[in-house]
């Protein structure tokens, strides 16, 4: 089944405990994506990347790295995730290398909470 | 700025009654248009979308919108709504000076009651 992945689902954490949240997609896409949905503020992009090793920041990348080693996998890094970082979680993957065109696949969403 | 407005926050309905969600961007020329559905506990998914053509954009589960250039507006409607819409919706667009970004508007949260 084609399909957007992201691990854990749920994760509770305390300051400063890096941790990684991983993505992974089955559909060959090019362009992916890191999403965070906060209450009165829509869907924010973090980090996208192009393509293999092609990433760059989105709006809200403070406190947050990636890596595109591999097509199908960008995980989510937070070295020193703090509680202003919690929030729900969504990686989303496009065929194209760019959104403009193209409809966004995403994943069922990772809910962090950090204490 | 790059922006999506959606000012209706919050909008309950009955059953059978008519739908419009409003989306308002912030550019004179030529931009791409979605819409995007998020069912309670699912994932997102696209609900339609328009690049160019007729502005008129039918799209799944009965839903269709109109881009009005001259409004700078893309609402996305239906006419009669059911339960089963109960969801949360995003306007998105992307800008023709940057295409690398999908940019969201802040969601519209959408109650409809038996």
């Known amino acids: 089944e084609a399909q957007v992945t992201q691990n854990p689902r749920y994760l509770i954490t305390v300051t400063g405990k890096k941790l990684t949240v991983t993505c992974s997609q089955n559909?060959?896409?090019?362009?992916m994506s890191w999403y965070r949905q906060d209450p009165g503020l829509g869907l924010r992009q973090i980090y996208y990347?192009?393509?293999?090793?092609?990433?760059d920041k989105g709006d809200v990348p403070e406190g947050y790295k990636v890596s595109r080693k591999e097509k199908r996998n960008f995980p989510l890094i937070l070295e020193s995730p703090s509680p202003n970082q919690t929030s729900l979680y969504f990686c989303?993957?496009?065929?194209?290398?760019?959104?403009?065109?193209?409809?966004?696949?995403f994943g069922p969403g990772t809910r962090l909470t950090v204490l | 700025a790059q922006s999506v407005s959606q000012h209706n926050h919050h909008v309950i309905l009955s059953e059978a009654a008519s739908l419009e969600l409003g989306c308002n961007y912030s550019?004179?020329?030529?931009?791409?248009l979605f819409w995007y559905v998020q069912y309670p506990g699912q994932h997102l998914q696209l609900l339609l979308k328009?690049?160019?053509?007729?502005?008129l954009v039918k799209g799944i589960k009965g839903f269709e919108a109109e881009f009005i250039k001259s409004k700078f507006s893309f609402n996305l409607r239906k006419p009669s709504v059911q339960w089963s819409d109960t969801a949360e919706y995003f306007c998105?667009?992307?800008?023709?000076?940057?295409?690398?970004?999908?940019?969201f508007g802040t969601g519209t949260r959408l109650q409809v009651f038996p």
């Open positions: 989303a993957s496009s065929l194209a290398d760019r959104p403009s065109t193209d409809t966004q696949y």
């Open positions: 559909m060959n896409h090019e362009y």
């Open positions: 990347s192009m393509n293999v090793e092609v990433t």
């Open positions: 550019y004179g020329g030529t931009v791409n």
């Open positions: 328009y690049f160019s053509g007729d502005p």
């Open positions: 998105a667009v992307t800008y023709p000076y940057n295409t690398d970004k999908l940019i």
